[in-house]
């Protein structure tokens, strides 16, 4: 399982909180219009450290602060990375589904609009677009 959580390669986990959002995401270093973000909360993990549990995750074209601002309230936390392209966030957002299969997520990724992309895991037989 630890090697999952490495594998999501997005950014530490954060509170999701106003401030979080406006200090790491409005404020990032990094901003760019595409970004993948998972919502979840922390949990013990069996060596006693606490572990961030991803429950949904989705990919942003344009302002990831305010997508995230709709669900403060709803998750405990936060992680984000942000992308040169939408190719490459959707892939990521991909990968991230078949990796984890958040609970909260009820169908695969959608593509992202006026794009032909596809699943990039070699081994989805998802089909539904
Ligand atoms: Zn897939």
């Not at 999501?8 to 106003?18: D, I, Q, R, S, Y």
């Not at 794009?115 to 037989?125: H, I, L, M, Q, S």
Request: aromatic share 10%; with cysteine; net charge positive.
């Amino acid at each position: 399982m630890a090697e999952k959580i490495a594998k999501a390669g997005l950014g530490t986990p954060l509170p999701l909180t106003e401030e979080m959002i406006k200090e790491h995401v409005d404020n990032g270093e990094d901003w760019s219009s595409a970004s993948v973000f998972v919502l979840g909360g922390i949990r013990k993990g069996k060596d006693g450290k606490p572990r961030f549990v991803i429950r949904r995750v989705s990919h942003v074209d344009g302002d990831l602060g305010a997508e995230l601002r709709k669900h403060i309230g709803d998750y405990k936390g936060f992680r984000f990375k942000f992308f040169r392209s939408t190719r490459n966030a959707f892939d990521r957002e991909c990968e991230i589904y078949h990796a984890f299969k958040p609970r909260k997520n009820k169908a695969p990724p959608n593509k992202p609009k006026n794009t032909k992309f596809t699943c990039p895991v070699p081994d989805c037989t998802f089909e539904g677009w």
